[in-house]
Structure formats: structure tokens, C-alpha cells
């Protein structure tokens, strides 16, 4: 089943489930930290079909924070607190519509996360958080509990700095392969 997504690009959504599907043969959960409307929730949803893993979304369903100066740029103006906006509900709903079992879901904004708020072991991640600290502290969170892909997106796009700012600064020191597919990086252990 294809879903509409009106944040990722159908390119970009064939490569988050080709590599999802990848990381089907691995050991834990999946991960999704920025869902907004749970477009890409849904896919992994399906792909996860008939396999053991669990898929664990996370957003602060209040919208998008407080830019820090990090993130400026004006191209990115439109990106304002409190856009994005979606309750939980709506999501919740969107799945039992779906017909799909319901996530772990975690209403929280990303720096009031802790570790046991993750699973123990993570396979797949997709970090959709649009600011530098949201997406430095999605990595802190799932960096010592991933032992598959990462996928941030927005990395390279013009209108949200912060995101590259962000992963070019955790990637410092570490030993692993990246590369980059549209907007997004793509991060294997």
C-alpha cells in the first residue's frame, strides 16, 4: 500500500522502506523520532508486518519548538513554533483506520526523553526533527542503543541548517558510513 506523504517525497519514501526492510533482518525495535502525521509511522507500520519488531514513534505533539540560532535561515521562515501541529489522537486514529497494531507511542519533547523511554535495542531510525536540537538530542538519545541505520532527514535542505549542524557534529569521532540520498543522510553502524 503506498501512502500519501506530504513531508517526505515518494523518492525518499522507497529509500526509507528499502532500507527499513534491510534492517528487517536485524536485531530491535524501530524508531521514529519527529512523526507529525504519522505518514511515515504508517510505512513502517507495514513493513513491519508479520515481523517481531516493534515500532516506537515519539513527537511533542505541540508543533514544531523554539528555533535556536542555529536554524536561522531565510529560506526557513516559514518553519515557526508551534507549526506542524497534530494531536496524538489523530494519529492513533490514522493507524486503527489503517487497520495496523498501534506503535509505542510517547508524547514528549525530545530532551525530556531518557533512555528508558527507547527500546533497548534499535535497528532502524528515522529522525525527522527539523531543528538542530532536536536532532542532536534524537542522536544522543538512540547512539548507544542503534546497531543498524539511521536516516535524518532534512539534512541537506537549505531551509533547516540546524539538522546538518547537528549530525556533522555528532558524526565527529565517529567510526561509521555515511552518505547522503535527496534531502536525507543515511548513517549505518
Request: charged share 30%; aromatic share 10%; proline share 3%.
Amino acid at each position: 500500500m503506498t501512502w500519501k506523504n506530504d513531508q517526505v517525497s515518494e523518492v525518499e519514501t522507497e529509500k526509507i522502506l528499502e532500507l527499513a526492510r534491510k534492517c528487517l533482518a536485524g536485531t530491535g525495535d524501530f524508531v521514529e523520532l519527529g512523526c507529525y502525521k504519522g505518514d511515515t509511522s504508517l510505512l513502517l507500520a507495514e513493513a513491519l508486518q508479520g515481523s517481531d519488531h516493534i515500532l516506537y514513534i515519539y513527537d511533542s505533539f505541540e508543533g514544531l519548538p523554539e528555533k535556536s540560532a542555529k536554524d536561522e535561515s531565510a529560506l526557513g521562515e516559514n518553519f515557526k513554533s508551534g507549526e506542524l501541529f497534530v494531536t496524538k489522537r489523530e494519529v492513533k486514529e490514522r493507524f486503527l483506520r489503517a487497520g495496523y497494531k498501534l506503535p509505542v507511542i510517547k508524547k514528549a519533547w525530545f530532551n525530556e526523553l531518557t533512555d528508558a523511554d527507547l527500546p533497548e535495542r534499535i535497528a532502524f531510525a528515522f529522525l525527522d526533527g527539523d531543528f538542530y536540537e532536536s536532532i542532536r538530542d534524537s542522536l544522543k538519545l538512540i547512539e548507544k542503543k542503534i546497531n543498524g541505520i539511521i536516516i535524518v532527514h532534512d539534512y541537506l535542505n537549505p531551509a533547516l541548517p540546524g539538522v546538518k549542524k547537528a549530525v556533522d557534529e555528532w558524526l565527529i569521532n565517529k567510526q561509521v558510513k555515511t552518505s547522503t540520498f535527496q534531502s536525507m543522510i543515511i548513517i549505518n553502524d
